[in-house]
C-alpha cells in the first residue's frame, strides 16, 4: 500500500509588524496558546510545546527541527498555509527564507487562506483588519508570483508534473471557474508548466464535485468536521435548560467519537476526495468562554480513525495518494501533532503506528 501523509503547518509563530499593530508588540499565537486557562474539570489547558518549544519560525533551525520530527514518524511533506491579500503577503517570512534556502529538505505545497482577517478572536469578527479584494487582475498577479517563486522549487510537490495549489475557500471568490482557467492559462502558457492541480478544501461543508469549479480534487477539512458533531446534553445543562437558567459562558462542547464514527463511515462519492484526520481541537486559546472544545480525544481514538482511512484508501493514481493530517501546530486550535506536555510524542506514534500496521510503504 502507498500513501502519502501531508500535515497542514500554520505559519504564524513569528511576530510581524501587523500584528503588532492589531494584537500588541510581538503578538503571535503563542500570545493566546500560553493565557489559555481550563473551563472545567479535566480542561486540558493551557497546552505547553515540550520538544520542540515556543520556537520561532524565522529560526532556521526551527523549522529544520520541526521538518525532521515530522519526518521521523512518517510525514511525507507539509501543506504551509499562504496569506495573499492582493499582492500583498503576510506572515510570509519563514516561507520565503525556506525557499531561499532550500532547507528543510521537506516536500511541500501551499494551500491560499483567502479569507479576511478579522478581530474574532476578541469577538469583533465585522471589524476588518485586512480584506480580499478579488479581480482577475489579481488573479494573473498571484499566479505569476506563484510560478516565478514557488512552484519552481525542486521541494514543490506535483502530480504528473503539475503544482498542486489548494483553496481554503474557493466560494468566496466571484468567479472561480475563470479563475481557475486564469491559472492554468498562466501557469502553462506563460512559464511552460504541464499544468495545475488544483485543490479545494471542504470547508464550512463545502461539499461539491470539483469539476464543477474547474478543480481537481476536493480536501477533506477535518476540524470541521469534529466541530459538527455536539455533544448530548449532561445532566446539569438539562436542569438548567429547564429551569431556563443560561450558562454563565457560551462554550460549545463536541463529540471526537462521533466525529470519528462518521468519518470512517462516510460514503465516497464519484469525485477525487481526499481523506483527512486531526489529532483534536480546542480553540478556547483564541476564544476563551466562546469557543469551541472537542471531547473524547485521544491518540488512540486518533490513531483508529487514521488507520482506517489508511487502510480503506485506494490511490487515485500512482501519484494521487495523499491523505492529510490537520494540523502539524495548530497551538491555538489545540489541534498539533507536535508534541505537549500532556501527550509528548504521543500523536506522532500513533501516526508512524497506523502506518505501519497498514503496511505502508512510505516514501522519501
Not at 5 to 30: S, Y
Not at 113 to 134: C, F, M, P, S, V
Amino acid at each position: 500500500m502507498k500513501v502519502r501523509l501531508i500535515a497542514f503547518v500554520l505559519p504564524q509563530f513569528h511576530p510581524i509588524p501587523e500584528n503588532d499593530k492589531w494584537w500588541g508588540l510581538g503578538f503571535t499565537d503563542w500570545t493566546n496558546v500560553k493565557k489559555a486557562k481550563p473551563l472545567f474539570k479535566g480542561h486540558y489547558q493551557p497546552h505547553v510545546p515540550t520538544e520542540l518549544g515556543y520556537y520561532d519560525l524565522r529560526d532556521s533551525q526551527a523549522r529544520e527541527a520541526q521538518a525532521n520530527l515530522a519526518k521521523e514518524y512518517g510525514i511525507y511533506g507539509f501543506c504551509y498555509y499562504h496569506y495573499w491579500f492582493n499582492g500583498k503577503r503576510l506572515l510570509n517570512y519563514p516561507l520565503d527564507e525556506m525557499i531561499k534556502l532550500g532547507k528543510p529538505n521537506m516536500p511541500f505545497m501551499y494551500c491560499w487562506a483567502n479569507e479576511n482577517w478579522t478581530r474574532r478572536w476578541d469577538g469583533k469578527d465585522d471589524e476588518i483588519l485586512i480584506k480580499q479584494e478579488y479581480s482577475k487582475e489579481d488573479d494573473k498577479a498571484h499566479m505569476r508570483w506563484l510560478c516565478e517563486f514557488v512552484f519552481s522549487d525542486e521541494r514543490y510537490i506535483r502530480i504528473n508534473d503539475c503544482p498542486v495549489f489548494m483553496v481554503y475557500r474557493d466560494e468566496l471568490l466571484p468567479n472561480i471557474k475563470e479563475t481557475a482557467s486564469t491559472w492554468r492559462h498562466i501557469a502553462m502558457k506563460e512559464f511552460g508548466y504541464k499544468g495545475l492541480y488544483l485543490c479545494a478544501t471542504e470547508s464550512f461543508r463545502n461539499v461539491k464535485d470539483p469539476a464543477s469549479i474547474n478543480f481537481d480534487a476536493s480536501v477533506e477539512f477535518a476540524p470541521h468536521e469534529l466541530i459538527k458533531h455536539k455533544l448530548k446534553n449532561t445532566f446539569i445543562d438539562k436542569i438548567l435548560f429547564r429551569l431556563k437558567i443560561k450558562k454563565r459562558d457560551g462554550l460549545h462542547k463536541r463529540n471526537y467519537k462521533l466525529a470519528v464514527e462518521f468519518s470512517t463511515q462516510r460514503k465516497m462519492p464519484d469525485y477525487k476526495l481526499y481523506r483527512c484526520v486531526a489529532p483534536s481541537f480546542d480553540n478556547v486559546a483564541r476564544k476563551q468562554e466562546s469557543g469551541v472544545v472537542v471531547l473524547n480525544s485521544s491518540p488512540k481514538r486518533y490513531y483508529n480513525w487514521l488507520k482506517t482511512l489508511i487502510e480503506n484508501f485506494h490511490p487515485f493514481s500512482k501519484e494521487e495518494d495523499f491523505l492529510f493530517i490537520n494540523a502539524m501546530n495548530e497551538w491555538g486550535e489545540g489541534n498539533h501533532l507536535e508534541p505537549c506536555k500532556k501527550f509528548g510524542k504521543a500523536y506522532l506514534k500513533a501516526t508512524k503506528k497506523a502506518l505501519t500496521k497498514a503496511k505502508v510503504k512510505l516514501k522519501t
